[in-house]
């Protein structure tokens, strides 16, 4: 029984970490923005595969992974400026458009790479037990990698001038361009951020279990459903949103088998949404 609560423990919050970091990008570019970027997802993945081409050429791991991040931004910016940023008041189109490019990307990796996982080779390497739970290094870090990026994201947004005027932009819109705030600047350093704190998760998933094209799309969906969970909009609720997920995920995996464990989060997420319909953290509009 103790075995079961150590692995539920540290599994979970190995878990938790990594879809904190994607559903942190998810709700702050909405927050910031109002865009429904369901592309976001693609980026987990390409990172990914950004890190592991530039590493099977011949780079170093640490400036594969550093490349595959920086690119992953630098293609989201590009993404925002020149097809999102004329249709962002067009909710729809938005949405359309978004979708649209994750089909394509996932079709792109697909022809390139195949269906086929592909593993990126781990920073440490070996083993740890506790309490009889064998514990790889590589889930430790990616789990201290994860918070480490989440304090640096809350210090970014509560300490920095650039992080105080994308608050600004978040609370109010109007009022931000109203006092010469450049929202425009300010949307696309969002869209930036957003998209490398998906690459990061994407980097340690390929790590510990391995990329494929279809994981996109499944942590979209779990990026969106831990949003709606926590609050859209709320980069505090979706953090304390990831972490009920991922231990219910590692309790139900225990417990009952891998192949419940998605059936169980959805049930999850619906029954809280129909007592509070704004999420954990969100508020009326």
């Given amino acids: 029984m103790i075995e079961d609560i150590v692995r539920i423990l540290i599994y979970g919050a190995v878990i938790s970490g990594m879809w904190a970091l994607v559903s942190s990008g998810f709700t702050l570019i909405f927050g910031v923005s109002r865009i429904l970027n369901f592309a976001h997802g693609t980026f987990f993945v390409l990172a990914a595969y950004f890190a592991i081409t530039f590493y099977k050429s011949g780079l170093n791991l640490y400036l594969s992974v550093i490349l595959g991040v920086l690119l992953i931004g630098a293609l989201a910016v590009a993404i925002y400026r020149f097809l999102l940023a004329p249709i962002r008041e067009h909710e729809v ?31 440490v390497g070996g083993v740890v037990r506790i309490y009889d739970v064998p514990v790889t290094y590589k889930r430790i870090l990616a789990f201290v990698f994860s918070i480490a990026i989440l304090v640096i994201l809350e210090i970014f947004i509560n300490k920095t001038r650039t992080g105080k005027m994308i608050s600004a932009a978040s609370q109010n819109y109007e009022g931000a361009m109203l006092i010469g705030i450049n929202v425009e600047r300010i949307f696309t350093v969002t ?3 957003s998209a490398i704190l998906a690459g990061f998760a994407g980097i340690f998933y390929a790590q510990i279990f391995s990329a494929n094209p279809f994981a996109a799309i499944k942590s979209l969906i779990f990026a969106f459903a831990i949003v709606i969970l926590g609050g859209l909009g709320s980069v505090k609720g979706s953090i304390v949103a990831s972490f009920i997920v991922g231990y219910v995920l590692a309790t ?12 169980v989060v959805m049930l999850l997420i619906i029954a809280v949404l129909i007592f509070k319909p704004t999420g954990l953290f969100g508020v009326e509009e």
């Fill in 191 to 193: 869209m930036f951020v």
């Fill in 252 to 263: 139900t995996i225990v417990f009952l088998g891998a192949r419940w464990a998605e059936f």
């Fill in 93 to 123: 189109m938005v949405i359309i458009v978004t979708l649209a490019l994750a089909l394509l990307f996932e079709q792109i990796i697909l022809l390139t790479y195949g269906e086929h996982g592909v593993s990126l080779p781990s920073f």
